[in-house]
């Protein structure tokens, strides 16, 4: 089946740009989006298509792919974008697969 | 806009089947995107339990697909999971969720609920 690979943890300090990795065999290959979920709510969709942003989402946050990893990148992190992040991709075996998630603490 | 709404019971005995629905508002679900269940477990990440194209094409988690059914009803808008033979790992929030295609991402999701599995 197939798996991505995602830090457990990263840390930012405010203002400071933030990036979050995911990885998985032959990812450069795929459409890649990101999650943001806070606790007790429902995940927020911030990128897909790699490097694409849904309406309403800052700027700030941004996607890239190269090779077989994929990073969301926040720049001018603040308090507000603590929280867990998700990356996702579809896989022809295995659908529509998670990454295991990323607890973004901004000190 | 578009909502997406969760619905059925909180707790599930071991051995049973757990049967939940989402209803569709703002959209007609004949008319396209990918309907689908996702479950995250007390405490850990997400999994994608299956999606249901408009037409009724079925995409199941190879890990749950002799357990796994979803069907989708028109009529109603609104599409339902069942999960057969339920253990307590079965314990998570079930989410609700519409994709548009395999290479885009969930847009819209329902505000969870807790399923429960336990004697």
């Known amino acids: 089946s197939y798996e991505l690979t995602q830090p457990p943890s990263v840390s930012v300090s405010p203002g400071q740009t933030a990036s979050i990795s995911c990885s998985g065999d032959?990812?450069?290959?795929?459409?890649v989006s990101w999650y943001q979920q806070k606790p007790g709510q429902s995940p927020v969709l911030v990128i897909y298509q790699n490097d694409k942003r849904p309406s309403g989402i800052p700027e700030r946050f941004s996607g890239s792919t190269a090779g077989n990893t994929a990073t969301l990148t926040i720049s001018g992190t603040q308090a507000m974008d603590e929280a867990d992040y998700y990356c996702q991709a579809w896989d022809s075996s295995t659908h529509w697969v998670f990454g295991g998630g990323t607890k973004l603490t901004v000190l | 806009q578009v909502q997406l709404q969760e619905s059925g019971p909180g707790l599930v005995k071991p051995s049973e089947t757990l049967s939940l629905t989402c209803a569709v508002s703002g959209y007609s679900i004949s008319s396209g995107y990918y309907w689908s269940w996702i479950r995250q477990p007390p405490g850990k990440g997400l999994e994608c339990i299956g999606s249901?194209?408009?037409?009724?094409?079925?995409y199941y988690n190879p890990s749950l697909r002799s357990r796994v059914t979803i069907s989708v009803d028109t009529s109603k808008n609104q599409f339902s999971l069942k999960l057969s033979s339920v253990t307590a790992a079965d314990t998570a929030v079930h989410y609700c969720a519409r994709v548009f295609s395999p290479h885009d991402g969930f847009d819209i999701w329902g505000q969870g609920t807790l399923v429960t599995v336990s004697s």
């Open positions: 249901i194209y408009h037409s009724g094409i079925t």
């Open positions: 032959k990812l450069g290959g795929k459409f």
